[in-house]
Protein backbone atom coordinates (compact mmCIF):
# COMPACT_ATOMS: atom_id res chain seq x y z
CA UNK A 1 0.00 0.00 0.00
CA UNK A 2 3.01 2.47 0.92
CA UNK A 3 4.61 2.09 -2.00
CA UNK A 4 1.64 2.00 -4.75
CA UNK A 5 2.62 4.64 -7.62
CA UNK A 6 -1.26 5.37 -8.62
CA UNK A 7 -3.07 8.32 -8.23
CA UNK A 8 -5.71 6.83 -5.89
CA UNK A 9 -9.08 7.79 -7.03
CA UNK A 10 -10.18 8.58 -3.36
CA UNK A 11 -7.67 9.63 -0.70
CA UNK A 12 -8.28 10.91 2.66
CA UNK A 13 -5.21 12.70 4.96
CA UNK A 14 -5.92 13.01 8.55
CA UNK A 15 -9.61 13.77 7.74
CA UNK A 16 -11.59 15.20 11.27
CA UNK A 17 -14.87 15.63 11.11
CA UNK A 18 -15.96 16.83 14.82
CA UNK A 19 -19.50 18.14 16.01
CA UNK A 20 -20.09 20.85 18.51
CA UNK A 21 -22.79 19.39 21.12
CA UNK A 22 -23.63 20.89 24.78
CA UNK A 23 -21.24 18.82 26.61
CA UNK A 24 -18.15 19.01 24.31
CA UNK A 25 -16.73 18.61 21.18
CA UNK A 26 -18.06 14.93 19.43
CA UNK A 27 -15.08 13.52 17.98
CA UNK A 28 -16.64 11.59 14.99
CA UNK A 29 -14.18 11.12 12.75
CA UNK A 30 -10.52 11.22 14.43
CA UNK A 31 -7.63 11.13 11.87
CA UNK A 32 -8.63 8.78 9.00
CA UNK A 33 -6.23 7.85 6.57
CA UNK A 34 -7.69 6.47 3.20
CA UNK A 35 -6.32 5.37 -0.06
CA UNK A 36 -9.17 3.84 -2.81
CA UNK A 37 -8.29 3.24 -6.11
CA UNK A 38 -10.44 3.09 -9.32
CA UNK A 39 -12.59 -0.78 -10.04
CA UNK A 40 -11.61 -1.26 -5.80
CA UNK A 41 -13.95 -1.86 -2.39
CA UNK A 42 -13.06 -0.10 1.20
CA UNK A 43 -15.39 -1.90 3.34
CA UNK A 44 -16.03 0.38 6.36
CA UNK A 45 -17.12 -1.60 9.22
CA UNK A 46 -17.99 -0.73 13.34
CA UNK A 47 -21.08 -0.54 15.64
CA UNK A 48 -23.40 1.77 14.80
CA UNK A 49 -22.72 5.37 16.29
CA UNK A 50 -18.61 5.04 15.40
CA UNK A 51 -18.64 7.75 12.23
CA UNK A 52 -18.89 5.37 9.57
CA UNK A 53 -21.77 7.61 7.50
CA UNK A 54 -20.18 11.21 8.95
CA UNK A 55 -16.92 9.37 7.51
CA UNK A 56 -18.87 8.52 4.36
CA UNK A 57 -20.89 11.70 4.39
CA UNK A 58 -17.43 14.14 4.80
CA UNK A 59 -15.36 12.42 1.83
CA UNK A 60 -18.78 13.50 -0.81
CA UNK A 61 -18.26 16.95 0.65
CA UNK A 62 -21.67 16.39 1.64
CA UNK A 63 -20.40 18.16 5.11
CA UNK A 64 -17.22 19.93 5.68
CA UNK A 65 -13.97 18.01 7.57
CA UNK A 66 -13.15 20.00 10.38
CA UNK A 67 -9.45 19.15 9.50
CA UNK A 68 -7.65 17.08 7.08
CA UNK A 69 -7.82 16.56 3.61
CA UNK A 70 -10.37 14.44 1.01
CA UNK A 71 -8.51 13.96 -2.57
CA UNK A 72 -10.30 12.97 -5.50
CA UNK A 73 -8.09 12.09 -8.20
CA UNK A 74 -5.06 13.54 -6.17
CA UNK A 75 -7.11 16.69 -6.30
CA UNK A 76 -7.78 18.50 -2.78
CA UNK A 77 -11.11 19.29 -2.87
CA UNK A 78 -11.75 19.90 1.31
CA UNK A 79 -12.14 23.34 0.59
CA UNK A 80 -14.25 22.92 -2.72
CA UNK A 81 -17.38 25.51 -2.27
CA UNK A 82 -20.57 24.27 -3.62
CA UNK A 83 -20.02 25.74 -6.73
CA UNK A 84 -16.42 24.19 -7.79
CA UNK A 85 -18.26 21.38 -6.36
CA UNK A 86 -20.92 20.67 -9.20
CA UNK A 87 -19.12 18.94 -11.71
CA UNK A 88 -17.57 16.98 -9.26
CA UNK A 89 -20.80 15.62 -7.91
CA UNK A 90 -21.50 13.73 -11.03
CA UNK A 91 -18.21 11.72 -10.40
CA UNK A 92 -19.41 10.88 -6.27
CA UNK A 93 -23.05 9.38 -5.55
CA UNK A 94 -24.41 7.68 -2.68
CA UNK A 95 -26.82 4.60 -2.04
CA UNK A 96 -28.47 4.72 1.29
CA UNK A 97 -29.69 1.91 3.85
CA UNK A 98 -33.28 2.68 3.25
CA UNK A 99 -33.89 3.27 -0.47
CA UNK A 100 -37.98 4.02 0.76
CA UNK A 101 -37.47 7.47 2.76
CA UNK A 102 -34.84 8.22 -0.52
CA UNK A 103 -37.15 8.05 -3.01
CA UNK A 104 -39.76 10.25 -3.87
CA UNK A 105 -43.32 8.22 -2.64
CA UNK A 106 -45.00 10.83 -5.41
CA UNK A 107 -43.05 9.89 -8.71
CA UNK A 108 -43.07 6.47 -10.26
CA UNK A 109 -40.01 4.62 -10.45
CA UNK A 110 -38.86 6.08 -14.23
CA UNK A 111 -38.92 9.26 -12.85
CA UNK A 112 -36.99 8.73 -9.68
CA UNK A 113 -34.20 7.05 -12.03
CA UNK A 114 -34.57 9.65 -14.27
CA UNK A 115 -34.50 12.70 -11.50
CA UNK A 116 -30.82 12.97 -11.63
CA UNK A 117 -30.01 13.58 -15.18
CA UNK A 118 -33.01 16.15 -16.08
CA UNK A 119 -31.42 18.34 -12.76
CA UNK A 120 -28.03 18.18 -14.26
CA UNK A 121 -29.39 18.61 -18.01
CA UNK A 122 -26.85 15.13 -19.01
CA UNK A 123 -29.32 14.51 -21.35
CA UNK A 124 -30.73 17.00 -24.04
CA UNK A 125 -34.70 15.61 -23.42
CA UNK A 126 -36.68 14.25 -21.05
CA UNK A 127 -37.43 11.24 -23.57
CA UNK A 128 -33.70 10.90 -23.84
CA UNK A 129 -33.70 10.67 -20.34
CA UNK A 130 -36.50 7.87 -19.82
CA UNK A 131 -34.58 5.76 -22.54
CA UNK A 132 -31.32 5.93 -20.47
CA UNK A 133 -33.59 5.16 -17.12
CA UNK A 134 -34.86 2.32 -18.92
CA UNK A 135 -31.14 0.94 -19.84
CA UNK A 136 -30.35 1.00 -16.46
CA UNK A 137 -33.75 -0.66 -15.47
CA UNK A 138 -31.87 -3.42 -17.09
CA UNK A 139 -28.58 -2.86 -15.60
CA UNK A 140 -30.04 -3.73 -12.32
CA UNK A 141 -32.43 -5.98 -13.12
CA UNK A 142 -35.48 -3.73 -12.40
CA UNK A 143 -38.35 -5.45 -15.39
CA UNK A 144 -39.79 -2.98 -17.23
CA UNK A 145 -42.87 -3.27 -16.51
CA UNK A 146 -42.26 -1.61 -13.28
CA UNK A 147 -41.24 2.37 -14.94
CA UNK A 148 -44.53 3.43 -14.23
CA UNK A 149 -44.99 1.72 -10.49
CA UNK A 150 -44.45 3.87 -7.31
CA UNK A 151 -41.85 2.98 -4.57
CA UNK A 152 -44.48 1.58 -2.30
CA UNK A 153 -45.79 -0.94 -4.62
CA UNK A 154 -42.41 -2.65 -4.80
CA UNK A 155 -40.43 -4.81 -2.52
CA UNK A 156 -37.35 -3.55 -0.34
CA UNK A 157 -34.69 -5.44 -2.88
CA UNK A 158 -36.50 -3.43 -6.03
CA UNK A 159 -36.58 -0.43 -4.21
CA UNK A 160 -32.80 -0.40 -3.61
CA UNK A 161 -32.40 -1.07 -6.93
CA UNK A 162 -34.43 1.80 -7.79
CA UNK A 163 -31.68 3.56 -5.86
CA UNK A 164 -28.65 1.43 -7.65
CA UNK A 165 -29.83 2.78 -11.25
CA UNK A 166 -30.63 6.32 -9.81
CA UNK A 167 -27.10 6.52 -7.95
CA UNK A 168 -25.83 5.04 -11.38
CA UNK A 169 -27.60 7.64 -13.82
CA UNK A 170 -24.75 10.42 -13.80
CA UNK A 171 -22.25 7.70 -14.94
CA UNK A 172 -20.05 8.28 -11.26
CA UNK A 173 -16.73 7.12 -11.00
CA UNK A 174 -17.02 6.63 -6.32
CA UNK A 175 -20.37 5.65 -5.07
CA UNK A 176 -20.69 5.35 -0.88
CA UNK A 177 -22.82 2.53 -0.49
CA UNK A 178 -24.25 3.47 3.22
CA UNK A 179 -25.57 0.29 4.80
CA UNK A 180 -26.99 -0.75 1.28
CA UNK A 181 -28.36 -4.19 2.31
CA UNK A 182 -28.93 -3.95 6.44
CA UNK A 183 -32.69 -3.13 5.97
CA UNK A 184 -33.37 -6.26 3.35
CA UNK A 185 -34.43 -9.75 3.79
CA UNK A 186 -31.04 -12.15 4.52
CA UNK A 187 -32.37 -13.86 0.92
CA UNK A 188 -32.57 -10.23 -0.99
CA UNK A 189 -28.97 -9.14 0.63
CA UNK A 190 -27.52 -11.54 -2.11
CA UNK A 191 -28.60 -10.73 -4.77
CA UNK A 192 -28.11 -7.30 -4.37
CA UNK A 193 -24.73 -7.87 -2.59
CA UNK A 194 -23.72 -9.69 -6.15
CA UNK A 195 -25.34 -7.07 -8.11
CA UNK A 196 -23.12 -4.43 -7.02
CA UNK A 197 -20.34 -6.57 -7.89
CA UNK A 198 -21.51 -7.22 -11.17
CA UNK A 199 -21.94 -3.79 -11.31
CA UNK A 200 -18.66 -2.24 -10.45
CA UNK A 201 -17.11 -5.29 -12.66
CA UNK A 202 -18.87 -3.72 -15.52
CA UNK A 203 -18.29 0.19 -15.20
CA UNK A 204 -14.76 -0.14 -13.13
CA UNK A 205 -16.30 2.17 -10.13
CA UNK A 206 -14.93 2.51 -6.91
CA UNK A 207 -16.98 1.79 -3.90
CA UNK A 208 -16.77 2.88 -0.04
CA UNK A 209 -19.16 -0.13 1.61
CA UNK A 210 -20.30 0.95 4.46
CA UNK A 211 -22.02 -1.48 7.28
CA UNK A 212 -22.11 -2.50 10.87
CA UNK A 213 -21.93 -6.52 9.37
CA UNK A 214 -18.52 -7.89 8.60
CA UNK A 215 -20.03 -10.88 7.48
CA UNK A 216 -21.56 -8.15 4.41
CA UNK A 217 -18.35 -7.05 3.39
CA UNK A 218 -16.12 -9.89 3.23
CA UNK A 219 -16.56 -11.07 -0.32
CA UNK A 220 -17.23 -7.15 -1.83
CA UNK A 221 -14.21 -5.30 0.02
CA UNK A 222 -10.58 -5.48 -1.28
CA UNK A 223 -9.86 -3.90 1.93
CA UNK A 224 -11.52 -3.50 5.21
CA UNK A 225 -11.28 -0.95 7.84
CA UNK A 226 -12.41 -1.29 11.25
CA UNK A 227 -13.39 1.69 13.42
CA UNK A 228 -14.27 2.40 16.58
CA UNK A 229 -15.33 5.58 17.92
CA UNK A 230 -13.99 7.51 15.03
CA UNK A 231 -10.84 5.87 14.66
CA UNK A 232 -9.49 3.10 12.49
CA UNK A 233 -8.55 0.16 15.09
CA UNK A 234 -6.79 -1.89 12.05
CA UNK A 235 -6.71 -1.89 8.23
CA UNK A 236 -6.22 -5.29 5.91
CA UNK A 237 -7.19 -6.92 3.29
CA UNK A 238 -10.34 -8.53 3.06
CA UNK A 239 -8.84 -11.82 3.42
CA UNK A 240 -5.90 -11.17 6.26
CA UNK A 241 -7.92 -9.81 8.06
CA UNK A 242 -10.97 -12.63 7.98
CA UNK A 243 -7.83 -15.06 8.35
CA UNK A 244 -5.87 -12.91 11.05
CA UNK A 245 -7.55 -10.18 12.96
CA UNK A 246 -5.09 -8.54 15.04
CA UNK A 247 -7.06 -5.83 16.95
CA UNK A 248 -8.92 -7.13 20.06
CA UNK A 249 -12.13 -4.95 18.74
CA UNK A 250 -11.63 -6.94 15.31
CA UNK A 251 -11.63 -10.21 16.55
CA UNK A 252 -15.10 -9.43 18.82
CA UNK A 253 -16.77 -8.36 15.50
CA UNK A 254 -15.94 -11.62 13.98
CA UNK A 255 -16.96 -13.98 16.58
CA UNK A 256 -20.59 -11.83 16.77
CA UNK A 257 -20.84 -13.43 12.76
CA UNK A 258 -23.80 -15.64 13.57
CA UNK A 259 -22.82 -19.85 12.77
CA UNK A 260 -24.71 -20.63 9.70
CA UNK A 261 -24.49 -24.38 11.31
CA UNK A 262 -27.55 -25.70 13.12
CA UNK A 263 -25.81 -26.99 16.20
CA UNK A 264 -24.55 -23.44 16.73
CA UNK A 265 -27.10 -21.47 16.08
CA UNK A 266 -28.85 -20.85 19.24
CA UNK A 267 -25.61 -19.90 21.19
CA UNK A 268 -25.33 -16.49 22.14
CA UNK A 269 -23.53 -13.94 20.75
CA UNK A 270 -20.28 -12.90 22.49
CA UNK A 271 -21.41 -9.43 23.92
CA UNK A 272 -18.73 -6.70 24.98
CA UNK A 273 -18.08 -6.15 28.23
CA UNK A 274 -17.35 -3.09 29.89
CA UNK A 275 -18.75 0.55 29.16
CA UNK A 276 -19.06 2.19 25.86
CA UNK A 277 -16.20 5.58 25.80
CA UNK A 278 -17.82 8.72 24.77
CA UNK A 279 -16.83 10.40 21.56
CA UNK A 280 -17.47 13.64 23.43
CA UNK A 281 -13.64 15.31 24.53
CA UNK A 282 -12.38 11.37 24.46
CA UNK A 283 -9.85 10.46 27.04
CA UNK A 284 -6.48 9.99 25.99
CA UNK A 285 -5.70 6.50 25.65
CA UNK A 286 -7.07 3.90 23.59
CA UNK A 287 -10.86 4.28 22.90
CA UNK A 288 -11.67 0.46 22.96
CA UNK A 289 -9.81 0.49 26.48
CA UNK A 290 -12.78 -0.04 28.65
CA UNK A 291 -14.40 -2.60 27.27
CA UNK A 292 -11.00 -4.23 26.03
CA UNK A 293 -10.30 -7.90 27.75
CA UNK A 294 -6.26 -7.35 27.21
CA UNK A 295 -6.12 -3.79 28.35
CA UNK A 296 -3.15 -2.93 30.25
CA UNK A 297 -1.96 0.36 32.02
CA UNK A 298 -0.68 2.45 29.27
CA UNK A 299 -3.57 1.10 27.10
CA UNK A 300 -5.61 4.30 29.63
CA UNK A 301 -2.58 6.50 29.36
CA UNK A 302 -1.94 6.95 25.39
CA UNK A 303 -3.53 6.15 22.09
CA UNK A 304 -1.10 2.85 20.85
CA UNK A 305 0.30 4.31 16.87
CA UNK A 306 -1.53 2.82 14.31
CA UNK A 307 1.80 0.58 12.87
CA UNK A 308 1.53 -1.95 9.98
CA UNK A 309 2.10 -4.71 12.01
CA UNK A 310 2.51 -7.19 8.53
CA UNK A 311 2.76 -6.21 4.95
CA UNK A 312 -0.48 -4.68 4.19
CA UNK A 313 -1.70 -4.98 7.94
CA UNK A 314 -2.14 -1.58 9.92
CA UNK A 315 -3.16 -1.97 13.67
CA UNK A 316 -3.53 0.31 16.69
CA UNK A 317 -2.74 -2.19 19.33
CA UNK A 318 0.12 -2.12 22.32
CA UNK A 319 -0.76 -6.18 22.56
CA UNK A 320 -0.41 -6.68 19.21
CA UNK A 321 2.80 -4.01 18.42
CA UNK A 322 4.78 -4.96 21.56
CA UNK A 323 4.85 -8.87 20.85
N1 LIG B 1 -25.05 16.37 12.60
C1 LIG B 1 -24.61 15.83 13.73
N2 LIG B 1 -24.52 16.57 14.87
C2 LIG B 1 -24.05 16.04 16.02
N3 LIG B 1 -23.61 14.77 16.14
C3 LIG B 1 -23.67 13.99 15.05
C4 LIG B 1 -24.17 14.47 13.80
N4 LIG B 1 -24.09 13.46 12.88
C5 LIG B 1 -23.58 12.39 13.55
N5 LIG B 1 -23.32 12.70 14.85
C6 LIG B 1 -22.72 11.83 15.86
O1 LIG B 1 -21.51 11.35 15.31
C7 LIG B 1 -21.28 10.01 15.71
C8 LIG B 1 -21.12 9.15 14.47
O2 LIG B 1 -22.38 9.04 13.80
P1 LIG B 1 -22.54 8.26 12.42
O3 LIG B 1 -21.52 8.74 11.48
O4 LIG B 1 -23.96 8.37 12.01
O5 LIG B 1 -22.22 6.76 12.86
P2 LIG B 1 -22.51 5.38 12.09
O6 LIG B 1 -22.86 5.69 10.68
O7 LIG B 1 -21.25 4.61 12.25
O8 LIG B 1 -23.64 4.74 12.83
C9 LIG B 1 -22.47 9.61 16.58
O9 LIG B 1 -22.08 9.79 17.94
C10 LIG B 1 -23.53 10.59 16.17
O10 LIG B 1 -24.44 10.81 17.23
MG1 LIG C 1 -24.57 5.16 9.60
Redesign the pocket.
Known sequence: MGNDKRIPLIETKNLKKY?K?GSGM?H??DSINIKLFQGETIGIV??????????GRTILKLIDPTEGEVLFNGQDISNYNTRKMRPLRKEMQIIFQDPYSSLDPRKSVIDIISEYMLIQKTLKSRKEAYNHAAELMDLVGLARRYADAYPHELDGGRRQRIGIARALSLNPKFIVC?EPVSALDVSIQAQILNLLMDIQDELNLSYMF?T?DLSVVKHISDNIMV?YL?VCVEFATSDDLFENPLHPYTQVLLDAIPEPSLDKRDQPFKLIKGEVSS?IDPKPGCRFASRCEHCMPQCMEEAPEYVETLPGHFVACYMVNEK
Request: aromatic share 4%; proline share 5%.
Open positions: FTLAVGESGCGKSTLDVHMGP
